[in-house]
């Protein structure tokens, strides 16, 4: 059974950094785009960012130029180095393996929790 596991949340101040990671148990990573999405209190969960076995990456408006994704295929990982964080950033983080730009995939994580302050 694959999991995904994030780490890497946490309780910031507006302009701060966080770094997420995300650990995949087996090879689900080696083939599949990577993804990370976001729920925020009263919201539907969105997707922040994704990226391809090859690397192509694709961002939310919400976040270009701030959140930046990457992956290592053999190490099963994955991560998402969030700058210059906002208040409206704050939500609960997810992983999501499998999916596309316009649907996610079979396999999440639990979620790790990102508030930023103001």
């Known amino acids: 059974q694959v999991q995904l596991m994030e780490s890497g949340g946490g309780l910031v101040q507006a302009g701060e950094s966080l770094r997420l990671s995300c650990v995949a148990s087996?090879?689900?990573?080696?083939?599949?785009?990577v993804g990370w999405y976001r729920q925020a209190p009263g919201k539907q969960r969105e997707l922040v960012a994704l990226?391809?076995?090859?690397?192509?990456?694709n961002y939310a408006d919400f976040v270009k130029g701030r959140f930046a994704i990457s992956r290592d295929n053999a190490k099963n990982t994955a991560s998402l180095q969030m700058n210059a964080l906002k208040p409206e950033d704050t939500a609960v983080y997810y992983c999501?393996?499998?999916?596309?730009?316009?649907?996610?995939?079979?396999?999440w994580g639990q979620g790790t929790q990102v508030t930023v302050s103001s």
């Open positions: 087996g090879s689900i990573f080696g083939g599949n785009p």
């Open positions: 999501n393996a499998g999916g596309t730009i316009a649907y996610s995939g079979p396999y």
């Open positions: 990226i391809t076995r090859s690397g192509f990456t």
